[in-house]
């Protein structure tokens, strides 16, 4: 799987320090996955209009503990079906980051990122640096770059398909080359 270097995009939501990402479906919809259902519910509370406003490439900017609360997926696989490419936050909460992570989202760290952006801004995210160029400001911020296995992970497009590619689709452990 091929993934952009650098995501040019759109801030879609900037969310505040300690956001449970359960909170942009409800919490009454954590169990559901019907892509139909999820769109139906996606930022209703927030913003009734944002899924018919967020294009494919968008970004969500979040500040410190992105994600806090229990690691349901189905509010993110509602952000991706709706476009959403990458978050970049000030700093995740350890479930949110495994398993957003394990999906193959892009998660990118970076301090400041909540006070140097504003809704619809243009921003450039190269994830692999963790560098972030607000277009409207010229402003450049460096975060944390990712470990050479979220890279892997990433690239792989989620956990699973990494193991796959390490492993072969059954799942059998194949002997090194330096054992032929």
Not at 24 to 48: C, E, F, H, Q
Not at 116 to 133: F, H, K, L, P, S
Request: with cysteine; proline share 7%; charged share 20%.
């Amino acid at each position: 799987m091929t993934v952009e270097n650098v995501f040019a995009g759109r801030v879609a939501w900037k969310f505040g320090d300690d956001f449970d990402i359960d909170l942009v479906i409800g919490v009454t919809n954590i169990k559901y996955y019907d892509p139909d259902k999820l769109r139906s519910v996606l930022m209703r509370a927030y913003d009734p209009s944002f899924v018919d406003e967020v294009c494919p490439g968008d970004i969500l900017v979040g500040g410190r503990n992105f994600g806090y609360g229990h690691p349901h997926y189905p509010a993110m696989i509602a952000m991706r079906n709706a476009g959403i490419v990458a978050v970049v936050a000030e700093s995740y909460a350890p479930g949110f980051w495994r398993g957003e992570l394990y999906q193959g989202m892009p998660l990118v760290t970076v301090p400041g990122i909540a006070d140097a952006v504003r809704r619809w801004d243009d921003i450039e995210v190269d994830w692999r640096t963790a560098t972030v160029r607000v277009a409207r400001t010229g402003q450049e911020l460096v975060g944390t770059a990712p470990s050479p296995h979220a890279i892997d992970v990433i690239e792989a497009g989620g956990g699973l398909n990494l193991l796959r590619a390490q492993y072969g689709p059954s799942g059998a452990i194949a002997a090194p080359a330096s054992a032929h």
